[in-house]
């Protein structure tokens, strides 16, 4: 049996606009202008309030933590599959994934386990995943406690197992686990970013990301 675990935001849903614009309104809530779009994205993947500790370094704690309550208030208000639509080809990548008798899937994912529970049911993703392992549970990737959670519920070993996703994090966190990370070039951290964290590859779309997957898995 194989495994292989998701990250969500830039991997399998677009939220980029769905994501700054929730952020634009949480900094604005807190009385700080908001930031370019890239500086937003570039810290994708990490547990949020680890993401606004980095987006904004000088502000006081208190402050952080309105940025915090207010991006979750504004994600949560937001219509899902219209504004974090799943990437072209994830559906069918997953239901082929899924429909095999020697793999199972999981997601490994900087989101509240609250905010990906409301991905899953918007996009109608129920009973694909085996694990669900959120910040709410684990320190901020890179650190592989997500995935080593996700071995010991599934009861494989890591050489047997692989992590897929967007950002230099999830391949960082993938090593750490000694598992594959496979990279995917439509996120949002750059193709020679995941090559340089140690991606076995970098897919191009779904269709190259189920071969390498399958000759992996073979």
Same mark, same amino acid.
């Given at each position: ?6 990250? $969500? =935001?830039?991997?399998?849903? /677009? ?9 634009? @309104?949480?900094?604005?809530? #807190? ?31 208190? %402050?952080?933590? !309105? ?10 208000? #937001?219509? @899902? ?25 999981? @997601?490994?994912?900087?989101?509240? !386990? !609250? ?14 995943? $085996?694990?669900?392992? %959120? #910040?709410? /549970? ?17 009861? @494989? =070993?890591?050489?047997?197992? #692989?992590?897929? *996703? ?13 598992? %594959?990370?496979? *990279? ?35």
């Amino acid at each position: 049996m194989k495994l292989v675990v998701f990250d $969500v =935001d830039g991997t399998l849903v /677009d939220s980029q606009h769905h994501i700054c614009r929730a952020m634009d @309104i949480a900094f604005e809530h #807190a009385g700080l202008e908001p930031l370019p779009s890239p500086h937003v994205l570039g810290i994708v993947g990490l547990s949020l309030p680890v993401a606004v500790a980095q987006l904004a370094p000088e502000a006081d704690p208190p %402050t952080q933590a !309105r940025i915090v309550a207010g991006y979750r208030a504004a994600f949560m208000m #937001a219509r @899902i599959a219209e504004d974090a639509p799943l990437y072209p080809g994830a559906l069918a990548c997953l239901d082929a994934l899924s429909g095999r008798d020697d793999m199972l899937l999981a @997601i490994a994912t900087g989101k509240s !386990r !609250r905010g990906l529970l409301a991905m899953i049911e918007a996009h109608g993703l129920q009973g694909r995943f $085996v694990s669900l392992q %959120t #910040a709410d /549970d684990h320190p901020s990737k890179p650190d592989p406690a997500m995935l080593l959670a996700a071995l010991a519920e599934t009861g @494989i =070993d890591a050489d047997r197992a #692989a992590m897929v *996703g967007d950002t230099s994090f999830d391949i960082e966190m993938a090593r750490a686990a000694r598992m %594959t990370g496979f *990279g995917v070039g439509w996120g949002y951290h750059p193709a020679a970013a995941l090559r340089a964290a140690g991606a076995a590859m970098v897919a191009a779309d779904f269709a190259a990301l189920s071969r390498a997957i399958e000759d992996w898995a073979a």
